[in-house]
């Protein structure tokens, strides 16, 4: 529920807004905007009288937010959300960023010459996970704490943010120690303890989308990080499971302006996962781009061939910077921007 204050209205009487919905047993946010301020009302369980709100001076009306998600909506907050990532770096503006990085952390050289290539490139975030969520229990799965130590030198070398996932809530706190963005993985997306726990952490979360979650369920999922105080939260459409064999998973970049209407959040889109494909991860990274998604994650390696995870769909370095050219011009076309960068060291 928002109960918006009339134009003009004074701080005693958003405090007392404040007050009552306290008093009434629930969390007040309040929300300045540029015309107006809104007081948010969090976790209404459908008790709430509003009538008593409605009532109380300097109160204009009283919003019932229509949408099972609340603070994820657009209803509740017309604005975009800007998660600021650090180094100048933020997501949901008019920069569109660019996180690459290989699937997994496999050596110290793999990921500081991943590290190089990438930035060279234009990445500002790198990819790379310590923890991997594989299908067999027979398959690489990470190397756990010593790749957030591999991460963190990346970081000291090129200046690029890191993004790394979390697959549990212990693991979470290893992660949030150390990375600029906490990913949440298309598995977890309904790992209702680890969103929760993500939601205390202070850390912008990356959160994927479930392979057979539809869009009502993904912005479900990113309620539950805000709704533990989390703000910082960016959406990612990584492809759902169909019936057609010929892709790793259908790449729904249609999510992208559906969300975007829908919520405040960014949403950027995981072409690697969503196609599974070497040769189909350009062109439909180039499409995410052209569709609106505030930033596209791009897995890359230094030798794919040798990759210990998703080696098939993990571009070469020179694709990579290819790619990046590319949506450079398709950035522009639309009246956007791909991030660039900051200096080493700035
Ligand atoms: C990944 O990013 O390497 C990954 C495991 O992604 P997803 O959770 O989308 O499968
Ligand atoms: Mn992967």
């Known amino acids: 529920m928002l109960i918006v204050m009339r134009h003009g209205a004074t701080t005693e009487e958003l405090d007392r807004v404040v007050a009552v919905i306290k008093e009434m047993g629930y969390q007040a946010r309040p929300m300045p905007g540029a015309q107006r301020t809104a007081v948010g009302l969090v976790g209404n369980d459908g008790r709430v009288d509003a009538s008593r ?6 109160v204009q009306e009283v919003i019932q937010v229509s949408k099972p998600y609340k603070q994820v909506s657009r209803e509740w907050q017309a604005e975009n959300t800007v998660v600021r990532l650090g180094s100048g770096v933020s997501v949901g503006g008019t920069d569109v960023i660019a996180i690459a990085g290989p699937c997994s952390v496999e050596s110290e050289k793999q990921i500081i010459e991943s590290a190089h ?27 756990g704490r010593p790749a957030l130590k591999l991460l963190a030198r990346a970081r000291e070398e090129t200046g690029l943010l890191i993004c790394t996932e979390a697959m549990d809530p212990e693991g979470l706190n290893w992660v949030a120690e150390l990375a600029d963005i906490i990913q949440i993985g298309a598995r977890n997306m309904q790992n209702f303890s680890l969103l929760k726990a993500a939601g205390r952490s202070k850390k912008p979360v990356l959160l994927k989308r479930g392979m057979s979650a539809t869009i009502e369920e993904l912005l479900l999922s990113a309620e539950y990080l805000l709704a533990e105080g989390n703000h910082d939260v960016i959406l990612c459409e990584r492809g759902i499971r169909g019936f057609d064999t010929a892709t790793r998973n259908v790449f729904d970049l249609t999510a992208i302006p559906v969300v975007h209407k829908l919520s405040h959040l960014p949403i950027i889109a995981d072409p690697s996962h969503g196609t599974g494909l070497r040769e189909k991860v350009i062109p439909m990274a180039r499409a995410a781009v052209a569709a609106g998604a505030d930033g596209i994650m791009v897995e890359v390696h230094p030798d794919p061939t040798e990759a210990l995870s998703d080696g098939a769909q993990s571009l ?20 956007r921007r791909m991030a660039e960068p900051a200096p080493v060291g700035a």
């Open 53 to 58: 709100l409605e009532g109380l001076p300097g």
């Open 117 to 143: 290539k990438v930035r060279e490139a234009g990445a500002v975030v790198l990819r790379g996970g310590a923890w991997k969520p594989r299908s067999s229990p027979y398959s690489f799965q990470g190397l």
């Open 316 to 335: 070469y370095p020179e694709q990579f910077a290819q790619l990046m050219q590319e949506v450079r011009v398709i950035a522009d076309v639309i009246g």
